[in-house]
């Protein structure tokens, strides 16, 4: 159990959610430019990672990841943590790695290989947030099939356990009833608002720095037809 969830969490479980008990989110970091959305939290969009390379003009109409044809050099980070870069068939993938742990593998899977026949596959991954324990980071793609008439992009995040490699869900940090029991009303509190076709997932959680062994935790809702948005939401509960 990571305990210090719970000061996160703990209005979220008590009493009746309303968009006035969605406060500010710290930036963790300064990985992203958040847009604000003080009544929910914030929006965190794929533009705004830090150290990203955008799309020229003249690519794919709507890609926002510029596609990549050479894998870049490692990218070692603090804590051990390093970004590793894979390219084949014109397609790159960023994997990120814990001293000898995998946590996301530079691979291309069965799908990508798919679309890397016709068309091409980046994807970029960013750390948001990291201490001795844990590590979370956005996850962004941007792909295109031939002959279709647009790009696509993905923008999510996922948190990884440090000491064993393995990526994190809500039902790690909550007993799985109380977990379920803080999405169901997480959705609840977003039904209705602007941004009611935002989807809550057990995986789509972001630790920030916090009082209690030093993080929090975020749900990160997914945008708009989640595999094909470049856009989440950060909500934290205080």
Not at 22 to 27: D, E, H, K, P
Not at 31 to 49: F, M, N, Q, S, T
Not at 125 to 134: G, K, L, M, N, S
Not at 165 to 194: C, M, N, S
Request: glycine share 10%; proline share 6%; with cysteine.
């Amino acid at each position: 159990m990571y305990a210090g969830v719970w000061l996160a969490l703990a209005a979220l479980l008590a009493g009746d959610v309303g968009e006035d008990m969605f406060g500010a989110i710290s930036r963790g970091g300064g990985c992203v430019r958040h847009a604000p959305r003080p009544e929910i939290g914030h929006l965190v969009v794929i533009k705004d990672l830090a150290d990203v390379h955008l799309a020229f003009k003249g690519t794919p109409t709507t890609a926002v990841l510029e596609q990549r044809r050479h894998p870049p050099p490692d990218r070692p980070l603090r804590g051990g943590l390093r970004i590793t870069t894979r390219c084949e068939q014109g397609c790159c993938v960023d994997g990120l790695m814990a001293a000898d742990k995998v946590l996301l593998a530079p691979e291309l899977d069965a799908d990508d290989r798919r679309t890397c026949r016709n068309g091409w596959v980046d994807r970029v991954v960013r750390v948001a947030f990291q201490d001795r324990a844990v590590v979370s980071v956005y996850v962004a793609r941007s792909w295109f099939d031939a002959g279709a008439a647009h790009a696509n992009d993905q923008l999510r995040c996922r948190s990884f356990d440090l000491a064993t490699g393995r990526p994190l869900k809500l039902g790690d940090v909550l007993e799985r009833a109380e977990a379920q029991h803080a999405i169901d009303r997480t959705r609840r509190a977003l039904r209705g608002g602007a941004f009611a076709d935002f989807t809550l997932t057990p995986a789509g959680i972001r630790f920030q720095p916090g009082p209690v062994r030093g993080h929090d935790v975020q749900f990160c809702a997914e945008g708009r037809h989640p595999a094909k948005s470049d856009q989440i939401l950060e909500i934290y509960p205080r």
